[in-house]
């Protein structure tokens, strides 16, 4: 029996097995030009949905705006129509050593947004699939990008806890400083919340974003180079879903 989504609009037969989770929509567009007969499926709030093949297998790739409460109500609605697989392919601002460019694997979040308690107890971590992620990583690899591998501090408040304007209750500099000293090499506001909403419905979740602002600064990537990784990063995410994928089929299916 068919299931049709509350906001996305889509049904069971419209979505793959695996899904790319992005923020600007524009992405989405991007990904059905770089997929085989791509469709697009919903465009209603700004959602927009399209799903086409790759290297053999069906992904769908779903936007979902900024902010981590949107982005799990498109990873639950995909998750009831059958997607197993999710990959959240973003951009996320720098920490530590962490330079602009490169591409960010996350091996765990920080849960500093309010989100994935709906999901789980914030005792629960917040890590990634692990076979994913090695899949991630073997595909960042072989294109040979510029790679870091490590912690993400996850957040709601854009302007009081990543992006510093004088109006949070500290330095988001202080902050960045703590976050650096421990390990973490990347903030974003999403990645915390999929991993534990992943883990709460069943389903496989990794996260790999383009490190496109310097966290210290609020330098950006110049826009060509910019657009030009984004690309890069919608490969690479497609080349490690459709390797995670094959490897699941069993033999002779």
């Known amino acids: 029996m068919s299931t049709t989504a509350w906001y996305l609009r889509c049904s069971s037969e419209d979505v793959g097995e695996s899904a790319v989770l992005v923020g600007d929509r524009g992405r989405v567009h991007l990904a059905a030009e770089i997929m085989d007969d791509a469709v697009l499926l919903n465009e209603d ?11 053999g297998q069906r992904i769908t790739v779903s936007a979902f ?21 999710f990959l ?11 330079k602009l460019g490169s591409f960010v694997v996350a091996h765990g979040a920080v849960r500093g947004e309010s989100t994935s308690a709906s999901y789980l107890p914030v005792e629960f971590p ?14 960042l690899a072989e294109a040979e990008l510029p790679a870091v591998s490590g912690l ?3 957040y709601d408040g854009f302007y009081t806890d990543m992006f510093d304007t004088g109006f949070g209750a500290r330095p988001v500099a202080d902050r960045y ?20 909403a992943a883990r709460a419905l069943g389903v496989q979740a990794g996260s790999l ?9 609020n330098e950006k990537m110049p826009l060509p180079e910019r657009v030009e990784a984004e690309g890069q990063l919608l490969r690479v995410g497609f080349t490690a879903l459709a390797a995670a994928a094959s490897r699941a089929t069993p033999v002779g299916v």
């Open 45 to 55: 709030r700004g959602l927009t949905t399209a799903t086409g093949w790759y290297a």
């Open 65 to 85: 705006g900024m902010g981590a409460p949107i982005a799990a109500v498109v990873m639950h609605e995909l998750s009831q129509l059958g997607v197993t697989r």
């Open 88 to 98: 959240r392919l973003g951009t996320v601002m720098t920490v530590g050593d962490t």
């Open 126 to 139: 917040a890590v990634p699939d692990f076979a994913l992620t090695r899949e991630i990583e073997s595909a």
């Open 152 to 154: 993400y501090a996850t």
């Open 177 to 196: 400083a703590d976050l650096a000293r421990v390990g973490v090499v990347a903030t974003d506001m999403e990645t915390s919340a999929l991993l534990v």
């Open 209 to 217: 974003c383009l490190a496109s602002v310097a966290g210290a600064t």
